[in-house]
DNA sequence: ATTTGAGTTTACCAAACGGTACAGAAAACG
DNA sequence: CGTTTTCTGTACCGTTTGGTAAACTCAAAT
């Protein structure tokens, strides 16, 4: 039997099991057996190997931020932007049923090998939502600093959430941060 | 030559690789370079291979914390119990420069290996600081919520400290998290 | 009908992986 | 002193790692 892929399909397959076991624990077998593709395949969409796939789904996930949180952001007025954020954000980690890609790859040293691209998708965020919260009217120094809340507060519900086992964590920080800006 | 080492000596150090790699990116040929213990030495003091390694430097990270964070909070009055955490935390993670090993644990697959550990260590912190806080006079849920605001503040802090190349996120988290409480 | 080329399968490779076995060196202890 | 216990160095094991090579399949374009 043969089967066909296109490589946007087979992505976000790889995506998640490179946030489901981080960089180091994802090998090529596991990626075989859970995506059904054959190294040949593999290394034909990916010739770099698993550097490229890793790069790869780290910029789809940095595009799905990027046109769904970050541009909304940006263009909307700032009310609408910000709760769009919320949904969105609520709804790509699973109300903390998943964790951050680009997080989990900062904690080790997978980061050094992707640094400006992690380094770039946590500071676009915090400086579309900062100067959301300023048109919005608030300080530029206070806006500054609740854009880093909100952002840093999301990733550490992320830990917290995974590490209890208890994915309310993450609705309830939400809905906290939601009130505080 | 030939250098003989005590058990004590060593967990930290395995602690720092650990810290630095992840579970899944430590390998024994690392720990040894890094150690200059040989693989004999290092099966001498743990037998259980990489796995006691690792749940060894979760046990001591974990009873560095109930000592100098947990039981301070516990015992002394409230005020200062939180004063000692602060000071401790800071010190702890050196402003931002080092990361959680809990928390780095707690996002891959490592978690399942060591859940209970990485639960409990969480739960005992937020448990200590929520009674602290209630004890000082706090409404109990607020107190409560105030205390996984705190854990998971510094969480994030570390992984935005860590993903930005920039530790003073951590100092200025630490400042406003203090302020709050 | 033939060519083309993206996509697949299979078989391989050297290196590194975690782990084991064991002989010997150094302390500890009688 | 001699013996026992603790610790270390080295060689080795089977398995898995990331990666390569090349023969093959098959739909679409010519």
Redesign the pocket.
Known sequence: ???????AD?VPMIAEIFRDLGY?G??????TERT??????????F???????AATVLAEVDGWFERFVFDPLRRDDPAQGIATMWAAVDDYFRSGGRVCLVGAFALDETRDRFATAIRGYFARWIEALRDALARAGRDPDEAALDAEEVVLGIQGALVLARALGDPAVFTRTLDRLKRRV
Do not use: A, D, N, Q
């Open positions: 039997m043969r089967t066909v892929y296109e490589k087979v180091e994802t090998s090529l077998s596991r990626i059904g593709l054959g190294k040949g395949s593999l290394y034909h969409f010739p770099g190997g698993k550097e490229e796939m």
